[in-house]
């Protein structure tokens, strides 16, 4: 755990294993899907859009020409597209080793909405992968060291540039008065670590094998950053650190051997903005357990699923 450069050179052989990754036609989630295929993982991928999906897989067998990828629609921030899209995989697939739940969206200009009403960050980075996480359930558990990672970001907390302390905004969860694009995103940022420490301690509860763990990228220049401004643009090419290093914080999440759960990964240079992986603190609100517990309840009556441990 002390190692300071680690690299996808300590990733262990991953044959045998399926890996399901959300957010794979671009950025972090396609440099996971190759690296992890060269390593021997079979991939289910699902993706909104299927022509992205082709190109995100004639990506992976350029770098990997021997890659198993199974492409498959689903748009996280819709539940019926999820809902359709676990059945698929629960009839095809006996086992799932690794979920990463990395699909995400930032700071749209305005309020829209998901299908079924909700605020779309809020929707497409924690309530889809509430929901597709607790339909796998089954899957996961019927798999031996099973993992679930969940892609959080540095500004679920206060930081530099981000000058309010981020909350789980109970009494208007989507923000129908005072939208703020920054703080939906921040919410759903701290609702993907409560979700990972409170999945933790569940399956740890209920004697279920699988670890659930998290990490974030730091600064990384992908298509996240398309809505944010010319000013970002440039920072982009000035300051963001390259996808081949963004990706190294989940793949350590995902595949250090000796984890125990609840682990939170993210570069550790510049403020956490860049450099390579090693466990970091999140926020003291992100490890209240009393915050998590309720916004799992509250997750679970908005997605209308509740999980079965
Ligand atoms: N880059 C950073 O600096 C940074 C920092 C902190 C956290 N993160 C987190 O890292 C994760 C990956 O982001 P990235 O930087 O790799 O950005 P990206 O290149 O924009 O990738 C985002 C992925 O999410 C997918 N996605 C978005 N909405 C979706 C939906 N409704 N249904 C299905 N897929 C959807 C996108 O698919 P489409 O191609 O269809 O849009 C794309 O594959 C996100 O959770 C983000 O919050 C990134």
């Known amino acids: 755990m002390t190692n300071e450069k680690w690299g996808t050179n300590e990733i262990p052989s991953q044959k ?59 748009d996280i921030s819709d539940f019926d597209s999820v809902r359709e899209f676990a059945e698929k995989v629960k009839t095809e697939y006996t086992q799932l080793d690794l979920l990463l739940n990395n699909a995400g969206i930032m700071w749209p200009p305005q309020r ?7 605020d779309m960050q809020f929707a497409t980075n924690h309530l889809g992968h509430f929901l597709l996480t607790g339909l796998l359930l089954p899957l996961i558990k019927a798999t031996p060291n099973s993992r679930v ?37 921040a919410q759903s940022k701290l609702a993907n670590l409560l979700f ?16 659930a763990t998290a990490s974030h990228p730091g600064y990384t220049a992908t298509n996240l950053q398309k ?19 963004g990706v190294l914080p989940i793949l350590r999440a995902a595949t ?41 309840e509250v997750s679970e009556g908005l997605v209308s699923h509740k999980y079965e441990f």
């Open 227 to 245: 809505d944010a401004g010319f000013v970002m643009k440039i920072m982009n090419i000035v300051l963001a650190q390259k996808v081949n290093m």
């Open 196 to 211: 990972t420490y409170e999945l933790d301690r569940r399956f740890k509860a209920s004697h279920t094998q699988a670890i």
């Open 112 to 118: 829209f909405l998901s299908k079924q009403g909700h």
């Open 149 to 185: 990672v969940t892609q959080s970001s540095v500004l679920h907390k206060k930081t530099q540039g981000q000058n309010f302390e981020p909350i789980i905004q109970f009494d208007d969860l989507s923000f129908s008065q005072n939208f703020d694009t920054k703080k939906a995103y």
């Open 16 to 74: 045998g294993k399926i890996v399901l990754i959300t957010g794979a036609t671009s950025g972090i989630g396609l440099e996971a899907a190759k690296v992890l295929s060269e390593k021997g993982a079979r991939l289910i991928l699902p993706m909104r859009n299927l022509e992205k999906g082709k190109n995100a897989v004639q990506e992976i067998k350029q770098r990997f020409p021997a890659a198993e990828v199974a492409c498959l629609l689903m």
């Open 256 to 296: 250090a051997p000796d984890l125990k759960g609840a682990e939170f990964f993210g570069p550790t240079k510049m403020n956490e903005l860049k450099g390579y992986p090693a466990l970091v603190q999140s926020s003291e609100t992100s490890y209240d357990p009393a915050l998590a517990k309720k916004l799992w």
